[in-house]
Nanobody, 127 residues
Framework: QVQLVESGGGLVQPGGSLRLSCTTSREILNYYAIGWFRQAPGKEREGVSCFNVNDGEIYYQDSVAGRFTISGDNAKNMVYLHMNELKHDDTGVYYC????????????????????WGKGTLVTVSS
């Protein structure tokens, strides 16, 4: 059973930073990229960013490019989403998922088509 666990969410003021963590397994990281998704209240889930630690593929949604950075730690079996210059629109529940390949098309397909998600981690950007 594929397991990915999200953590690191919280309440942050606009302009602030957070680091989200996705804990997974060596088997997953060896074969898949990890994507971060989010769902804002009353909105559809959307793809945010993905990263393949094996070949370096990286994707960022336009609205987060330049503010968010995705990275991986093979030794800890974790993928991080470093979020800077946070805005109110970044508020939502953030989820991670395994996928291939890492690109915008795959992220969109999973955001709308995948029906099993973890618990996610809540990010609230508010003053």
């Amino acid at each position: 059973q594929v397991q990915l666990v999200e953590s690191g969410g919280g309440l942050v003021q606009p302009g602030g930073s957070l680091r989200l963590s996705c804990t997974t397994s060596r088997e997953i990281l060896n074969y898949y990229a990890i994507g971060w998704f989010r769902q804002a209240p009353g909105k559809e889930r959307e793809g945010v960013s993905c990263f393949n630690v094996n070949d370096g593929e990286i994707y960022y949604q336009d609205s987060v490019a330049g503010r968010f950075t995705i990275s991986g730690d093979n030794a800890k079996n974790m993928v991080y989403l470093h979020m800077n210059e946070l805005k109110h629109d970044d508020t939502g529940v953030y989820y991670c998922a395994a996928l291939l390949p890492c690109n915008g098309e795959t992220m969109t397909r999973l955001a709308y088509g995948m029906d099993k998600w973890g618990k996610g981690t809540l990010v609230t950007v508010s003053s």
